[in-house]
């Protein structure tokens, strides 16, 4: 399925290489940026109307993306940007060196799983899913991306269950809210 991973790891050996040399800087950027953590993030995003919302998603987002190494962020850049594009094998190649190079690191997972949902591997998807949950309990993207494939599969109670998660981490998520009230006349019944 992947093609040339001879190559792709030479590839990744050498943007390792490369970005080595950034490291000293990159990390005494990070330093002292007093940036809330993820715990505090979670918190107010639980609260947060949804304008304050939208930003802090955008915080937890830019967080979620930091690997710790810049080759690693530089490879699920890649992996994105050909996902964006529709080059999906490219996305495929690029994320799988990510999750071998940087097996803890739950946004390649997560990133992975949704290249693999655009084919039709939903097996594929779900582990990775479940690898990025696992490593990330809450991802809301994550949650309601599980519960994506559940209704592709025509579950709407664990489909349901999922956007139920996902909302109670990130009550104003728009996708989720939408997922939620197309599902409930299904899951809650209907009222005579």
């Known amino acids: 399925m992947v093609a040339n991973v001879p190559n792709l790891k030479a590839i990744v050996a050498a943007t390792a290489l490369t970005v080595t040399f950034s490291l000293p800087s990159a990390v005494l950027a990070q330093v002292g940026t007093g940036a809330p953590d993820e715990a505090t993030l979670l918190a107010e995003l639980s609260v947060a109307d949804p304008t304050d919302a939208a930003a802090i998603d955008r915080e937890l987002q830019a967080l979620w993306r930091k690997s710790g190494s810049p080759a690693m962020d530089l490879l699920l850049t890649r992996g994105v940007r050909a996902l964006e594009r529709g080059d999906t094998q490219e996305a495929i190649e690029h994320l ?7 097996p803890g690191f739950a946004r390649g997972w997560y990133e992975r799983a949704r ?3 655009v084919i039709g591997l939903y097996g594929p998807s779900v582990a990775d899913l479940e690898h990025a949950l696992a490593l990330n309990p809450n991802n809301y993207d994550a949650i309601y991306a599980l519960g994506t494939i559940f209704e592709q599969f025509r579950d709407p109670q664990n489909a349901y269950a999922a956007y139920l998660r996902a909302k109670a981490i990130h009550p104003t998520h728009q996708e989720v ?3 939620l009230d197309r599902l409930a006349p299904l899951v809650e019944g209907k009222e005579l």
């Open 96 to 102: 799988t060196a990510l999750t071998d190079h940087a």
């Open 115 to 117: 290249a693999y949902f």
């Open 177 to 179: 809210t939408k997922a």
